[in-house]
């Protein structure tokens, strides 16, 4: 699914920004789309009862670093899942 790109935007701008922790560059990107991150099971794939996180992902454009944000926290998903 993907997040509203101006709430986004508007998110990035007031609560992020700065240097990448890693080379110190102040470019980063962005992609709407909400990503998945799951409980780790000893290495078998487990659908449903388990724990997901959605996450936020922005991109360094210099060395590739990714910052991971939950969107839920930032008010940007619902925990329902629509963007809000
Ligand atoms: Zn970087």
């Given at each position: ?11 990035l701008t007031s609560k992020l920004g700065g240097a990448c922790g890693s080379c110190g560059a102040k470019n980063w990107t962005y ?54």
């Open positions: 699914m993907k997040l509203d790109d101006a709430k986004v935007r508007t998110y992609d709407t789309a909400v990503y998945e991150l799951r409980e780790f099971h000893g290495g078998n794939m487990v659908i449903g009862g388990s724990g997901i996180l959605p996450l936020l992902t922005i991109t360094c454009t210099n060395c590739g670093t990714i910052r991971m944000i939950n969107p839920i926290a930032a008010g940007l998903l619902s925990t329902s899942g629509e963007a809000t």
